[in-house]
């Protein structure tokens, strides 16, 4: 390369090259730059550097560096319990604020809560339960200053939905409870072991148009399985697919629908998706529609019980425990056949409650201007659902609409988790024996209408919008979701995620490439409707990788550009094609069958008479093409730093005419 | 974007640039170009584009364009049987160059077959059966021209393997055999289909690396197992994994060895491995390692003959069935619980045979520069091994050693096959009660001869060379095959590989750039030493399509690039900085999760009061920030053809300075 030259073209090149090198810069440089070949690194040095952006790619020790021993283990502490580093700027001011956030989203999780155990097929108390110890144990180990702990809907129809497969709720109800402790144990084990084993960027791979198209899916099977109480159906589906549901619902029509109960719900559905529309319409009445579900237990219960309802038929809560949480460490099985299919039920759970989890911090961490440590969290997570395992909770995560409500109500800490589960500990020691005849109508409304809020058409229309692939994903999702279950929807959507990267990999793009007139740029031209081609010259573009699975379709393809502008100028008889420039400016990697795809190329247009020239490969391709011998093969003096370069080199006659 | 300017910077730039912009360009053209948006396609339009490369990737109906229907008829014909089209242009010469070959590799796979059918756990002469119908068949529709078709020593293997985990082939011989035709008979249909569903690609999923070390595993596996018949023990493991075969050859090493085998084989392998090298040597003489498996057959026979060295505890052939292939339709399992494992063994087995014809065939495609259409070549290959079924064949495929044997002799269309079958069907018929007195130990000396060229070690250490990635995969399967098993090794080397890609698309690199003196090219810092970064910049590059995998990393990245940047800043006391200029060049493709990082990135860049500046986004990408509204949150003036370009915009004092 530069000033050396091999095969024969050269002293006609030197030529132009004094000729035009004074014009081209305005340094008296040489004006082919070398493509450069950086030092070469240690084995060991980059597989460390390989393994540091892998996991430890947020670089966590960062603080660690040029500290005293007692220092460090002061710093370990704070990451371990970020509470003993904020708690330390803590204010009345903000204790105000998280008071302020904590109440409100108390009022709305203690109605949510009762309903969501339901979805998991849980007695009430459980889900109070999962509103307590959980939240206290983020506050202490959590980053983020936003999220609100408890149980959610979509994961506590996930586990009801995973659970009632193995055991019957009903008639096995110790069995089905312990089982689901041991999946909430061994949900918390692998989201903890996740954050730990710094694997956390593994929940990157479920994209955001699976998570809308599945959020979406899971809110609408949620809402039909309200149907039941919300009806008043006694004989309902087990199933939760959209057709098993409507089955039961139109063929109870006639007989099983209760009109007190249909009435009741109805009223307090419409009061809800009132109060959410006002909450909607003036942000600052935010708190309209947070205690709006509240409100709405209070006064039906209220009514219940002076009209007796319960006796014409209209289901109600009948008996939620008192008390805080029993131990629960006995009930998870650590043996047995139960422990196999506790451990996988955890870990899908753990990770789509995770992956809500970390979706929340990140949003709310990105709109205040915070950092959130994903693996961190995932152990602060972890820790918070083993120790909830053991105290009777089954997964908590962070809620979309409550995490929201908290946000708006001008929470600062993780401070407001600690005072809504304050309130729960109240509820569950004093209050519970009041919900006694709160109908299960109105939970059905209060689920309903917190569940509509997860279908994102808006997001769905924009996914549309911007990617027809993702929208696939995510109407994959949505109707594996509705249409056969919760499992077979996530299954979809992270087939046909992965199933783009590697259809990317396999069949990369390649473009043809012109000048772009006035300039020594060159660009698709189908992009770039005025860039010109050069004559005598086919510029290709590779954009990707070249690896095993698509080194041979990168061959040929290239070859049949040729072939495409061969017929073409011999329609239009004008000179041949002497230089086929690859653009390498795409291709970040290379692997031994993409340098093999190459020397086949070499080798065909060497038949073909046309030489392969090169345009600025990386660092990483530059270094293989060298080991592989590669440059030798197709000549050092091939390899140029743009194709401007290249085309300067390899059709003189053109630049002698235009520039 | 070009002259029109929204944010504040407006006048200052406007004077820079009408200073510049003569200097820069020799042509009076505006000096910041616009990127250009290409024309909206239609949605249906770019999807047949989409599944065209994908499955039409080698536009087979090319030369079906513009043709009268008679004639399309014809092509169609001779798409399926090219030997309607080059038969009809060959000629004496051809004829001559084709009987020698066909000769040369009937001498070396007589006895190969007789050997690998023993691998297989098959009877000697289903091996000569496999090398008479599928090469006929082959020679009629295949489009290689140097291919050797018949059984091969690591398909025989896994064949083997396989079938005998399901059935014992000593005590069940005939369901044994039975279900090796049914596993024949789906690997065809698993070949064929592939072939006719344009799913073609999917073999290339097994990497060049992943080859190269099944290969050499899958040669030491087999050498091992000779070790049986090399050194007459009579009781043999049936594992193929080296702890237990070792076992076997130590613990049977006092009483089990026969002396007079050993001598035998050792004598002969000698000779076979002594023409090895002198063919190596010589190329002119690659007949002699090409007939000297026929010469040891030859002499053995007659040694064992003349000694009766076979009373003597020397194991022989004892019985070849006289005749040419028999029917085995009826031996096909069409139904039972057979099906579904035949179906499974013949997928496996129909894409590792797949996998060897197809590098076969390109190898000696790229040699002689003749084309190969891998889809139509499998489709070939399936209907060979349906028929081979039929007619009491295993598993045919091309091997590597007797199609470089071809290729050497001469070899000029696919008649050498036809040859070679004519061969066998003369063995066949004449020639197989020859057979009974030839020690076994002849053909575990051939085999072993045979499979030592399967150990491309040189290969490894290139790969070692060029990527330590692929090497993992090279090695992984190696040892996979060696220690556990065939289906252990591929699948080890299959997933290693997609790892690769996986973790290239969750961990893509980034790179800062820096002005190359002298030009207006940024390029890697760490690549170009001499790069010089510009004041009050940052310009990133990431190298990788931005992905829901790796869009939260690209943005963690960029930023703490920032970071450091910022904090090395500091210490030095130069200006902040006030511009971070992403080069997109390599960002082929932007996913919606993509666009919400971006989004978050500009957000976070905000708060520090940098501006985002985004360079050179392909047409994908542009595309889509203009679908998604992010061109107008960043503003369209920031978004450049090129990094210099988008440098003169934001760093005016710096171009001034320097120009």
């Known amino acids: 390369m530069g000033h050396s030259d091999k095969e024969g073209l050269g002293t006609k090149e030197m030529d132009i090259r004094s000729m035009s090198s004074s014009r081209h810069h305005m340094e008296n440089l040489p004006y082919v730059h070398k493509v450069g070949v950086s030092p070469r690194q240690n084995l060991l040095k980059e597989f460390a550097s390989t ?14 560096k040029d500290q005293p021993g007692s220092r460090r283990f002061i710093l370990g502490l704070q990451a371990v319990f970020p509470i003993l580093e904020w708690g330390r700027n803590y204010s009345l001011t903000k204790l105000k604020g998280d008071i302020i956030a904590g109440l409100t989203i108390a009022s709305l999780c203690i109605p949510q809560d009762i309903g969501y155990s339901n979805l998991a097929n849980l007695s009430p108390q459980y889900g109070l339960y999962s509103s307590f110890v959980p939240p206290l144990v983020y506050a ?5 200053r936003d999220i609100a702990i408890g149980p959610v809907a979509v994961v506590s129809l996930l586990l009801g939905t995973l659970l009632q497969d193995e055991i019957d709720p009903v008639k096995h109800a110790e069995e089905y409870r312990r089982l689901a402790f041991t999946a909430t144990f061994f949900a918390g084990i692998t989201q903890a072991a996740l954050g730990f084993l710094r694997l956390g960027f593994l929940i990157d791979f479920l994209s955001h148009a699976a998570i809308v198209g599945f959020m979406g899916g899971a809110a609408i099977t949620i809402a039909l399985q309200q149907l039941k109480g919300f009806l008043g159906i006694q004989n309902f589906t087990k199933k939760a697919d959209i057709v098993s ?9 006639h007989h099983g629908w209760n ?31 947070a205690i709006a579900p509240l409100i709405s237990v209070v006064l039906s219960t209220f009514f219940v019980y002076i009209t ?16 805080i949480n ?57 820790t918070m659902n083993i120790v909830g395992s053991m105290t009777s909770c089954y997964v908590a995560t962070g809620s979309f609409s409550r995490s929201a409500v908290n946000y708006m109500a001008g929470c600062q800490t993780a401070v407001s988790n600690i005072v809504m589960s304050c309130v729960v500990l109240l509820t569950l020691e004093l209050i519970t024996p009041l919900f006694k005849y709160t109908p299960n109508a109105i939970l059905s409304s209060i689920i309903i209408s917190a569940v509509i809020g997860l279908i994102d058409y808006e997001a769905a229309l924009l996914i549309w919008k911007i990617d027809k692939f993702d929208f696939i994903a995510c109407m994959g999702a949505f109707f594996g979701v509705v249409f056969v279950s919760v499992e077979i929807g996530l299954l979809i959507a992270v087939s046909i995620s992965f199933s783009k990267i590697l259809l990317q990999v396999t069949r990369p793009r390649t473009a043809v490439l012109g000048k772009i007139p006035g300039t020594t740029v060159y660009r698709n031209v189908a992009q770039y409707l005025d860039a010109t081609k050069v004559p005598g010259t086919l510029i ?14 990168v061959k040929e393809r290239i070859l049949r550009w040729l072939t495409d502008e061969e017929e073409q100028l011999k329609i239009k008889d004008i000179a041949r094609i002497q230089f086929l420039i690859v653009d390498m400016s795409p291709v970040i990697d290379i ?16 038949k073909r008479d046309v030489q392969l020239v090169l345009a600025n490969p990386g660092q990483v391709v530059i270094d293989k093409l060298h080991a592989s011998n590669f440059a030798n093969l197709v000549g050092e003096d091939k390899i140029f730093l743009t194709v401007a370069d290249a085309i300067l080199t390899c059709a003189p006659k053109m630049m002698v005419d235009e520039v």
């Open 51 to 64: 393994m540091k952006e892998t996991f430890f790619a947020d670089d966590p020790l960062r603080p660690f």
């Open 140 to 144: 202490f180990m959590g980053s983020s």
């Open 245 to 253: 549901v409507m089955h039961s619902v139109v063929g109870s029509a």
């Open 259 to 289: 009109w007190q109960t249909v009435l009741i719900g109805a009223v307090f559905l419409s009061f809800l998706l009132f109060s959410k529309y006002i909450g909607k319409k003036n942000k600052k009445l935010f708190w309209v529609p």
């Open 308 to 323: 007796r309802a319960d006796k014409k038929g209209v289901q109600i809560v009948r008996h939620i425990e008192k008390g």
């Open 326 to 382: 029993p131990s629960s460490v006995h009930e998870i099985y650590f043996s047995g056949h139960y422990v196999l299919k506790g451990f996988k039920i955890g870990v899908v759970a753990g990770m789509i409650a995770l992956t809500e989890a970390i979706a929340i911090g990140r949003t709310f961490a990105s709109m205040k201007d915070y950092q959130i440590d994903g693996n961190k969290e995932m152990v602060a997570l972890g």
């Open 540 to 553: 290709v573009r590779v954009d990707s990788a070249i690896y095993f699975s698509n080194s041979n379709y």
């Open 591 to 606: 692997d031994t069958s993409g340098i093999h795809a190459l020397e086949e190329l070499h080798r065909s247009l060497q």
